[in-house]
């Protein structure tokens, strides 16, 4: 693993953005370099502490699933080698293994959500109207079941330290229109299914997952951000799965497990974490970039 990068310092390039994990910055006018950090957010609040190779893993997990479903959808991916764009050693250090340089599209102002799975907001909306997003389901579900079908339950995209809220299709429709609305609902639900049915096979259940989706200067659709990684998904472990219990999980809910014990209102400033939460929760990333991927990050 490389040393542990809390915040990037890319000099030589106009910095655009930084997100919650990641760090953008412009590569000309139509390319931008996204540096991963070692970041961690949790109840959309940026914690102090790194956890030691969250941005590899990342990195890697969102580029073999880029890899994997190219066939169904153009993607943001250049090709282009992250450590060709930045000026010295001291800039190169800081994006390897780490970084992607992709193509500048245009966001479209959608979370792209499926779950296949009752759990998180999902469970609450089910419990307080029987539906998620609107989506009426069949009665007696329990926590965590497996759903008859996977569904498409998109969200808004919120600021900073705000947080996402689900919305319907109809919304969708309002903010991007009736077709390309259509076109993401069903690309979403496809890159679900065939990831999905790949990682159980890997022994890791998804049970839900965003995607973010841009635009080219053509009008042309494509997956940008990150895909299917521990961050942007809920991995559960198989053989651990049960129904009715909330399972545990390759991504940072150990660390929201962790925080809810503690006397903490939600708001920044975060607290520190405990070396053993920091160690426990890398190796919950690491073990899914095994799992997926067979590539062991040591």
Not at 21 to 49: H, N
Not at 91 to 100: H, K
Not at 148 to 157: D, L, Q, V, Y
Not at 204 to 213: C, N, Q, S, V
């Amino acid at each position: 693993m490389n040393p542990p990068l809390f915040e990037s310092s890319i000099a030589s390039l106009p910095l655009i953005a930084r997100g919650k994990v990641r760090d953008i910055y412009a590569v000309g006018d139509d390319k931008m370099l996204i540096v991963t950090s070692d970041r961690l957010s949790a109840f959309d609040v940026i914690l102090p502490d790194p956890i030691p190779g969250k941005g590899e893993v990342l990195t890697e997990v969102a580029d073999f699933w880029f890899g994997k479903l190219a066939h169904a959808i153009p993607n943001q991916l250049t090709g282009i080698d992250p450590e060709s764009v930045v000026a010295d050693e001291a800039e190169r250090a800081q994006v390897r293994g780490r970084s992607l340089v992709v193509k500048r599209l245009k966001p479209l102002p959608i979370e792209a959500v499926v779950r296949g799975y009752l759990i998180g907001s999902g469970w609450k909306d089910y419990q307080a109207t029987g539906k998620v997003c609107g989506i009426d389901l069949p009665p007696g579900l329990k926590l965590a079941q497996q759903l008859p079908e996977a569904i498409f339950t998109p969200a808004t995209k919120a600021e900073m330290g705000e947080h996402d809220e689900n919305i319907d299709y109809a919304t969708v429709e309002k903010l991007v229109g009736a077709e390309l609305a259509r076109q993401v609902k069903d690309v979403a639900l496809r890159l679900y299914k065939e990831a999905a049915g790949f990682a159980r096979v890997r022994g890791i259940i998804i049970a839900d997952t965003k995607f973010e989706f841009g635009l080219d200067a053509q009008g042309r659709l494509h997956l940008i951000d990150e895909v299917l990684t521990p961050d942007s998904s809920r991995f559960w472990p198989a053989d651990q799965y049960q129904v009715g219990i909330s399972p545990p999980s390759f991504d940072k809910q150990f660390v929201r497990d962790y925080l809810e014990t503690l006397d903490w209102n939600k708001q920044a400033p975060g607290p520190r974490l405990p070396p053993e939460i920091i160690e426990k929760t890398g190796a919950k990333y690491r073990e899914a970039l095994y799992r997926l991927t067979g590539t062991m990050l040591t």
